[in-house]
T-cell receptor, first 116, second 114 residues
């Protein structure tokens, strides 16, 4: 069974540019969440999607956005990149049979974004 | 807002010793508490989790305890081995609102020396 696949693995962008990251969850998983990991701030929640709907959003500026497609694949976009956006962006999928029950995430390997 | 505090930030033990990592959460509605292990350059991996209707859970050398009254939970690793060296994250989540957001602690770097 394939794991969570994130592409690309590495990205270098210039300030002011925009970037799109992709995440393919484990087959059958309908919930996809995105996290930003930095040495200083740890793992910070960005947003969560379930059946193409954003169910929750973290405390990030509107430059950070995302979406989920009908096949559960998800993308996140960051516009007008800033140096502080340099981080490891992790996608995680889970299979909530019951929407009110949490199940453990399976994380992807992440996309390391460097903004110069 | 929700907050999870994790201690210690670093922990050094000798091989064979036990290691304990403690977390405190602020949201009394939290009912799901997973622990993740992240080795250098790798993705976080779920190692054990516990729900609020259970006080303790064990899986071989690892165990987690939960004190709902005090709002804290702990990870216990016995007979530590060098391959246990990694960063460990605790997290808390509420499951009754239909979303999967986890609030993570800041991580504990565990170093097991041979």
């Amino acid at each position: 069974k394939a794991g969570v696949t994130q592409t690309p693995r590495y990205l270098i962008k210039t300030r002011g540019q925009q970037v799109t990251l992709s995440c393919s969850p484990i087959s059958g998983h309908r919930s996809v969440s995105w996290y930003q990991q930095t040495p200083g701030q740890g793992l910070q929640f960005l947003f969560e999607y379930f059946s193409e709907t954003q169910r929750n959003k973290g405390n990030f500026p509107g430059r950070f956005s995302g979406r989920q497609f009908s096949n559960s694949r998800s993308e996140m976009n960051v516009s007008t990149l800033e140096l502080g956006d340099s981080a490891l962006y992790l996608c995680a999928s889970s299979y909530p049979i019951d929407p009110d029950t949490n199940y453990g995430y399976t994380f992807g390997s992440g996309t390391r974004l460097t903004v110069v | 807002g929700e907050n999870v505090e994790q201690h210690p930030s670093t922990l050094s033990v000798q091989e064979g010793d036990s290691a304990v990592i403690k977390c405190t959460y602020s949201d009394s509605a939290s009912n799901y508490f997973p622990w993740y292990k992240q080795e250098l350059g790798k993705r976080p991996q779920l190692i054990i989790d516990i729900r609020s209707n259970v006080g303790e859970k064990k899986d071989q050398r690892i165990a987690v305890t939960l004190n709902k009254t005090a709002k804290h939970f702990s990870l216990h690793i016995t007979e530590t081995q060098p391959e246990d060296s990694a960063v460990y994250f605790c997290a808390a989540s509420r499951g009754n609102t239909g979303f999967q957001k986890l609030v993570f602690g800041t991580g504990t770097r565990l170093l097991v020396s041979p």
